[in-house]
């Protein structure tokens, strides 16, 4: 019988699995898989939420104009420049279409997030993994991965799963011997919490490039995960093709409403970093007092590994069974390790002292 068929390589394409929220059978769940903020949103955002439902029988401002003015005004931003997406993973995947297609290719780091490729072979582009060093992105490997076939390469920044980064003047250096009809794309999702001198999200690449776009998104320190909200700051001819091929609301209004709240709100967010900067350095080196191999992360989370896969593996069972989920990294290439977020002061010692026993049982 005949039936529709899709692209061919769609159905190579393992599809993106989250980080888990739920363990049956248990009712209280300590949730380290996702990135999230333990902080929760600002309590300013959520009353705008629930305000904005209101208005629910109305269309929301298409073009997002207050949201991209308090963006603009809280990272000092052009608005004209910024394009808001539900989620950076929309305004990624709209890159992709509009500057690449069939017979063309994407360049991203080997450990990088998971979603370029998915969204490079949806879009009939080839994706192209570069090897990495010390879990680092390796500007040169990228450049070595350069072809005329080219056309886009992604770069986490800080990356994810791994937590490493670029510095600016590297990332600078990258950009000069990147050919100029290649665009870069700086996805800043974990920009928030890098507090180095040495580093950029990258908004004067933007400003000072035709060929460099930041991404962001309000998902990590802002809270707002189930809204779906992310933003690019882009060249104005960039934004103008993203413009033309965008849903025409593809922001819903109480996500507008929220995400103003929210970017105007430095109170909370500075809540959010502070905590982090406190447990960021406890997790990693308690978990490197267990013997474990921790990569230095500049993000709200922390690469672990366990030295094998098998063992890897036990620990996230044991984790689970302990009602704590963190993140197996078999779909980064990395059996060994286990990624896990930065979570509150109780739910931090609690996975270090399940790890404690489960590594002291696999031990024995």
């Given at each position: 019988m005949k039936h529709p068929n899709p692209r061919a390589g769609i159905l190579d394409v393992e599809p993106?699995?989250?980080?888990?929220?739920?363990?049956?059978?248990?009712?209280?769940?300590?949730?380290?898989?996702?990135?999230?903020?333990?902080?929760?949103?600002?309590?300013?955002?959520?009353?705008?939420?629930?305000?904005?439902?209101?208005?629910?029988?109305?269309?929301?401002?298409?073009?997002?104009?207050?949201?991209?003015?308090?963006?603009?005004?809280?990272?000092?931003?052009d608005p004209a420049r910024i394009v808001c997406?539900?989620?950076?993973?929309?305004?990624?995947?709209?890159?992709?279409?509009?500057?690449?297609?069939?017979?063309?290719?994407?360049?991203?780091?080997?450990?990088?997030?998971?979603?370029?490729?998915?969204?490079?072979?949806?879009?009939?582009?080839?994706?192209?993994?570069?090897?990495?060093?010390?879990?680092?992105?390796?500007?040169?490997?990228?450049?070595?991965?350069?072809?005329?076939?080219?056309?886009?390469?992604?770069?986490?920044?800080?990356?994810?799963?791994?937590?490493?980064?670029?510095?600016?003047?590297?990332?600078?250096?990258?950009?000069?011997?990147?050919?100029?009809?290649?665009?870069?794309?700086?996805?800043?999702?974990?920009?928030?919490?890098?507090?180095?001198?040495?580093?950029?999200s990258g908004i004067e690449l933007v400003e000072q490039n035709e060929n460099v776009v930041m991404t962001r998104t309000c998902s990590k320190i802002f809270g707002l995960a189930a809204l779906r909200l992310g933003w690019a700051y882009c060249p104005p001819a960039v934004a103008d093709v993203l413009n033309r091929i965008r849903s025409p609301f593809n922001v819903n209004g109480p996500a507008q409403a929220a995400?103003?709240?929210?970017?105007?709100?430095?109170?909370?967010?500075?809540?959010?970093?502070?905590?982090?900067?406190?447990?960021?350095?406890?997790?990693?080196?308690?978990?490197?007092?267990?013997?474990l191999k921790v990569v230095p992360s500049a993000a709200n989370f922390v690469l672990a590994s366990f030295g094998s896969k098998g063992v890897a593996e036990t620990v996230y069972q044991g984790l689970l069974n302990s009602g704590i989920i963190t993140r197996h990294m078999t779909s980064y290439h990395l059996p060994d390790c286990l990624r896990i977020s930065v979570g509150l002061e109780n739910d931090n010692k609690a996975l270090v002292n399940s790890i404690k026993d489960l590594v002291g049982k696999k031990n024995g």
């Open positions: 993106y699995v989250g980080g888990r929220h739920s363990i049956e059978g248990v009712e209280k769940v300590i949730l380290l898989a996702s990135n999230e903020t333990p902080l929760g949103a600002s309590q300013n955002a959520v009353k705008a939420y629930r305000n904005a439902a209101e208005n629910m029988h109305r269309y929301c401002d298409g073009h997002a104009v207050d949201l991209r003015k308090s963006i603009g005004n809280r990272f000092c931003c997406g539900a989620g950076s993973d929309e305004i990624i995947q709209m890159l992709i279409r509009a500057y690449a297609g069939p017979k063309e290719e994407l360049i991203f780091s080997k450990h990088g997030f998971s979603i370029y490729p998915i969204f490079a072979i949806g879009a009939g582009v080839t994706p192209v993994a570069a090897e990495e060093t010390d879990l680092t992105a390796d500007t040169e490997e990228i450049l070595s991965k350069v072809t005329d076939r080219t056309r886009l390469v992604f770069l986490a920044n800080p990356n994810n799963p791994t937590g490493t980064y670029i510095t600016k003047n590297a990332l600078a250096k990258f950009r000069e011997k990147l050919r100029e009809d290649i665009l870069l794309v700086l996805d800043g999702a974990y920009a928030e919490y890098v507090t180095s001198i040495d580093y950029t995400g103003i709240a929210a970017m105007e709100d430095q109170a909370h967010t500075e809540r959010s970093l502070a905590h982090n900067e406190e447990w960021l350095p406890w997790l990693s080196n308690s978990l490197t007092e267990l013997g």
